[in-house]
């Protein structure tokens, strides 16, 4: 794996584990992707980022499994949560 997208990867999963939707957002516009269009689209974003993330902490990716399906949105698990 390449250094430049490990260091991304591991940004990405700080900010995941230790910020909030505003800071994946912030993120998101420092690496030139296109921002969600309303902050509970960003909301939704930022758990479905979890719930994807295998390299985060299972019981915290449940959490966000969690929340999206309190919500009535769909986790991007692959089942194993």
Not at 58 to 80: F, I, M, T, V
Request: positive net charge; aromatic residues 8%; hydrophobic residues 30%.
């Amino acid at each position: 794996m390449d250094e430049t997208y490990r260091r991304y990867l591991a940004e990405l999963d700080d900010v995941l584990l230790n910020g909030s939707p505003k800071t994946l957002g912030k993120f998101m516009k420092c690496h030139g992707m296109k921002l969600p269009s309303s902050d509970e689209v960003l909301r939704v974003t930022f758990h479905k980022a979890i719930t994807s993330a295998k390299t985060l902490p299972l019981q915290y990716r449940r959490q966000s499994k969690q929340w999206l399906e309190a919500h009535h949105y769909h986790s991007l698990d692959d089942g194993d949560l």
